[in-house]
């Protein structure tokens, strides 16, 4: 009977998780990203004046969960400042 009452708690549970999985998915929000505002940062660093605005919208991107956006931000950093160490960084944070 233990075993028959045990495997009844591990299928409920099962069906709980994938219950709250499903209903997490369908009511994301969107808090802004690439198409929407973001919140607004500076964070100083040692790279070039040409690229902080960048940085600064790459760390932004972090800061909102929108990984793969602030990687390709960090990556377009480095190809304007290849020297912009803060922009590995940046990737790394991301990943």
């Not at 500076?42 to 600064?56: E, I, K, L, N, R």
Request: charged content about 15%.
């Amino acid at each position: 009977m233990k075993r028959a009452a045990r495997a009844s708690l591990i299928v409920a549970s099962v069906l709980c998780v994938c219950a709250l999985r499903a209903f997490a998915q369908e009511h994301q929000h969107d808090h802004g990203g690439p198409t929407g505002p973001l919140g607004t940062v500076h964070f100083s660093t040692s790279c070039s004046q040409a690229v902080a605005q960048d940085f600064d919208h790459g760390i932004a991107l972090l800061h909102s969960f929108w990984y793969s956006a602030a990687i390709e931000a960090f990556t377009g950093v480095l190809k304007n400042d290849p020297r912009c160490v803060m922009a590995h960084w940046g990737i790394a944070m991301s990943w």
